[in-house]
């Protein structure tokens, strides 16, 4: 499996940016995916993950109501939504493929529990 993630930039505080990763593999839909970042000198974190049904999700407390995370199936990409960004977004963001999830509604927020990674793109906010 194959990550590219895509449509990070230079944005203003309360600006927008919509990032896509796109995905590799024929059983993209069975995949449970999610969003993590990391800020210069600080740990990767999780942000927003998505189970199989596409429909059941979790968003870290810090973007909740900012960010928005989907899927096209179809398309075997992921997004994300930034919206309202803040200095504090500015990271490198990662989308993260979990190819076994326990079941269609689970959603994997645990690094650990992800087995493929894209390469990442740069997101800045400047105020």
């Known amino acids: 499996v194959q990550l590219v993630e895509s449509g990070g930039g230079l944005v203003q505080a309360g600006g927008s940016l919509r990032l896509s990763c796109a995905a590799s593999?024929?059983?993209?839909?069975?995949?449970?995916m999610g969003w993590f970042r990391q800020a210069p000198g600080k740990e990767r974190e999780f942000v927003a993950a998505?189970?199989?049904?596409?429909?059941?999700?979790h968003y870290a407390d810090s973007v909740k109501g900012r960010f928005t995370i989907a899927r096209d199936n179809a398309k075997t990409t992921l997004f994300l939504q930034l919206n309202s960004l803040k200095p504090e977004d500015t990271a490198v963001y990662y989308c993260?493929?979990?190819?076994?999830?326990?079941?269609?509604?689970?959603?994997?927020?645990?690094?650990?529990?992800?087995?493929?990674w894209g390469q990442g793109t740069q997101v800045t906010v400047s105020s």
């Open positions: 998505l189970a199989w049904s596409g429909i059941n999700t």
């Open positions: 993260a493929a979990d190819v076994n999830p326990r079941s269609y509604s689970t959603v994997t927020y645990a690094s650990a529990a992800y087995d493929y």
């Open positions: 593999g024929r059983t993209f839909s069975s995949y449970a």
